[in-house]
């Protein structure tokens, strides 16, 4: 219970209970339309392409979290041209941006002054406890917006999730959606940053998800699903991080994993009970 008599007292925790569940609600919309339209590698593409930022906005000691979001924006935008164009194969534009970002944020960061390797940690494995009241705003935003984005476009998002030739035959604007979902998603995956991390973020958006898509077909239902379980594997890790002195994006991806082998395993029990009846 000493996270929740904390909670009261100290006003990181309120900002960090804030932000799991904002980023759950936002990584499970995300998280839905990715795994759908198979772009998970292109997550993690963008996800580590945006260390680049991370390190040319500390070289320059402009905001970090603003200098990972131009590049992640950029990166997207770049690999869904490259992919529409054909010039270059998406796998293959996917490879050379998540190795260019992360190569350039070494760089930077290494040639800013006082540099330690200290400093890359709390972005690569996420420092949950820094999140702060801006970035909980921001969250709230970008929540505001998927919600009331998914209430009004869900069924072109679903068409152009599953199948881009039928959606433009019904006169869906493929592209702006395209476009619009990639713009999104990297700036959900930027503003999670602060939870999980750069290395543990692709599992935050991926595997609320696959737990859902166990439970129900329906795009919909599993948007609704994925949300949920997100922000209660991120509040329950972060309480168990807390109680136990461990780190939150790895306590929050051990919960997520054990909720997928419980459902995984009921699924199958109750497969069994239907073969034997």
Known sequence: MSFFN??????YLANALAACILSGVTCGIIGTYVVCRRMVFLTG?????SFGGLGIAFYLGA????????FAVMSTLGIEWAGEKGNIREDSAIGIIWSLGMA?????????SGYTSGDLSSYLFGSIITVTGDDVVALAVLAAVLVFGAILWLQPIIYVAFDKDFARSKGIPTR????????????TIVL????MGIVLLISLITLPVVIANALSKSYRVITLLASVIA???????????????????????FTLTLMLIIVKLLTLHRKKLAATA
């Open 192 to 195: 999670s940053i602060r939870i």
């Open 176 to 187: 702006f959606v395209t476009y619009l979902m990639a713009i999104l998603t990297a700036v």
């Open 63 to 70: 905001n970090p979290i603003l200098g990972a979001m131009v």
């Open 104 to 112: 350039i944020g070494a760089l930077f960061m290494s040639m800013r």
């Open 45 to 49: 593409g963008v996800t580590h392409a």
């Open 231 to 253: 922000a209660a594997g991120n509040v329950t890790g972060l309480i168990f991080s807390y109680n136990f002195d461990v780190p939150p994006g790895a306590a929050i991806i």
């Open 6 to 11: 904390d909670l009261i007292q100290y006003g």
